[in-house]
T-cell receptor, first 111, second 118 residues
Framework: TQLLEQSPQFLSIQEGENLTVYCNSS?????LQWYRQEPGEGPVLLVTVVTGGEVKKLKRLTFQFGDARKDSSLHITAAQTGDTGLYLC???????????FGGGTRLMVKP | GAGVSQSPSNKVTEKGKDVELRCDPISGHTALYWYRQRLGQGLEFLIY????????KSGLPSDRFSAERTGESVSTLTIQRTQQEDSAVYLC????????????????FGQGTRLTVV
């Protein structure tokens, strides 16, 4: 059983649309990270959130950490084709200090 | 080196052969992870090394899989008697040491080794 569940698993939208990706767990994490992976590359860190209720913005991307530090969301405004990729959340401070990754959300933004 | 380096970048092997994949982490990073990623899928955890602690091998799918790491340096992932279902990209990541209660630092990934078993 995965500690972190991401939804949806796949998402295909048109350029300009908004979307939200969710990362949920029954466990508490001391930190939550979001990564993006493009084809042929390894995942790259986008953001780290550490405080319950924290909101961070990165251009058109808004990340939120749940008050109880068990869940997180990523909202993309006015998606662009360059946003296409696999989005992964990763929880830290649990499971022996190991980073635990969710299963990922594969996003396709069509022109 | 500047980043996590994995070799080879591509490996094609015949079913039943053994393969060895190599990961050079970023210097000073005590934590090292191996993941498997099948085509179009997310990351599947394989094994985690943290300094001199016993590795977390809970993700290894069978006894054909093993990994070693000497100190805080290079790690090798070995797959014995490869099967077609082993075909995937194998990703390695490293990060700075973490302690209980502290925020985990960023994981830096290599570009992976694409393994094809024919």
């Amino acid at each position: 059983t995965q500690l972190l569940e991401q939804s949806p698993q796949f998402l295909s939208i048109q350029e300009g649309e908004n979307l939200t990706v969710y990362c949920n767990s029954s466990s508490v994490f001391s930190s939550l990270q979001w990564y993006r992976q493009e084809p042929g590359e390894g995942p790259v860190l986008l953001v780290t959130v550490v405080t319950g209720g924290e909101v961070k913005k990165l251009k058109r991307l808004t990340f939120q950490f749940g008050d109880a530090r068990k869940d997180s969301s990523l909202h993309i405004t006015a998606a662009q084709t360059g946003d296409t990729g696999l989005y992964l959340c990763a929880g830290g401070g649990n499971a022996g200090n190991m980073l635990t990754f969710g299963g990922g959300t594969r996003l396709m933004v069509k022109p | 080196g500047a980043g996590v380096s994995q070799s080879p970048s591509n490996k094609v092997t015949e079913k039943g052969k053994d393969v060895e994949l190599r990961c050079d982490p970023i210097s000073g990073h005590t934590a090292l992870y191996w993941y498997r990623q099948r085509l179009g899928q997310g990351l599947e955890f394989l094994i985690y090394f943290q300094g001199n602690s016993a590795p977390d091998k809970s993700g290894l799918p069978s006894d054909r899989f093993s990994a070693e790491r000497t100190g805080e340096s290079v790690s090798t992932l070995t797959i014995q008697r490869t099967q077609q279902e082993d075909s995937a990209v194998y990703l390695c990541a490293s990060s700075l040491a973490t302690r209980q209660g502290l925020m985990n630092t960023e994981a830096f990934f290599g570009q992976g080794t694409r393994l094809t078993v024919v």
